[in-house]
């Protein structure tokens, strides 16, 4: 599945917005991000981080775990903002919880800077080989 152009766009306002809530005192890299599940509903996130710096949580994974957390199990797309010249990619940790709900499709990543300047990408382009719990 591949969002239209305009459902990308607004799939980048939304992480773009999003971003404006980022609690960064201590790297100051403000990331903001939206997903999209199968339902058509979008859940946002931004960074948070600690004083104790091991706790800080990404923005991906904020709003991935909000969208769980209200019944959704499918993630079809997720975008990330930040303020770069190149659009910034999703740190390992998250590729791996990106997968853990893709139920076996390839969500689109769209990573973008506070200009809209996007690239699309598909989570296998980052991570070819997720773990998966096999018995
Ligand atoms: N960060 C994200 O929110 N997403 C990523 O994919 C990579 C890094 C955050 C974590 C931390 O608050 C800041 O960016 C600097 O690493």
Redesign the pocket.
Known sequence: MSLAKENVENLVISARNARENAY?PY?G?R?GAAVMCNSGKVYTGC?V?NASYGL?M???RVAIYKAVSDGEKHIEAIA?VTDTDEP?S??GA?LQIIAEFSQGSDPEIITSNLNLEYETKRLSDYLPKPFYLRK
Do not use: H, T
């Open positions: 960064a790297s890299f990331v960074n981080e800080s990404c923005a991906e990330i910034a999703p740190c998250c």
